[in-house]
């Protein structure tokens, strides 16, 4: 009975004066200080001192957490922005250079084919759909391989190859490689 009566009296001095340390990460090194029965009410200041640091350096974490989101969007931001001068970039194409509409905007070329088939209807409006959703979609693909720790040049790279088969394919329906097959 004895022995179970100095252990509790043993642990309650340790739990009284356990040294406090408040460790938030490099930037933020508190002091040391112990809290003893005594000395407890002097100590409540430090305590809610050290609560409202923590409360601003959580704070500033998660503004930083968040805009460091915004800038992992940039793909998309640029994709949307490429969006808005689509059309633009399509009269300047279709004006200057007829390839360069192969090279650009070879998904909507695909979809004003009439090997599609499809409803008069669709048939007007999927062409303006795809070309003002093919950047933002493009910049989706490139958020998302980006995200798995690919270089930009590579991302890069397979969009351009994308371009290439979906050029590919608009020769191939089109008729342009039937001279080069028929020899």
Do not use: K
């Amino acid at each position: 009975m004895m022995s179970n009566f100095s252990s509790v009296r043993a642990l309650n001095r340790a739990l009284t004066q356990t040294v406090h340390e408040l460790s938030l990460d490099s930037e933020f090194q508190t002091e040391r200080f112990c809290a003893l029965r005594d000395t407890f009410p002097t100590h409540m200041n430090q305590i809610e001192a050290e609560q409202a640091m923590f409360c601003l350096w959580r704070r500033e974490r998660r503004r930083r957490s968040r805009a460091g989101w915004l800038l992992r969007q940039w793909p998309i931001a640029v994709g949307l922005l490429l969006a808005l001068f689509a059309p633009v970039l399509r009269t300047f194409l279709t004006r200057s250079h007829p390839w360069g509409m192969w090279v650009v905007f070879p998904f909507a070329l695909l979809a004003h084919r009439p090997e599609l088939e499809i409803n008069d209807r669709i048939a007007r409006v999927l062409p303006q759909l795809i070309l003002y959703a093919q950047f933002p979609l493009e910049g989706l693909m490139a958020r998302m391989v980006l995200r798995r720790h690919v270089t930009l040049p590579g991302v890069t790279g397979q969009i351009f190859y994308f371009h290439f088969l979906a050029a590919v394919q608009l020769a191939m329906v089109s008729g342009v490689l039937n001279p080069l097959f028929l020899r």
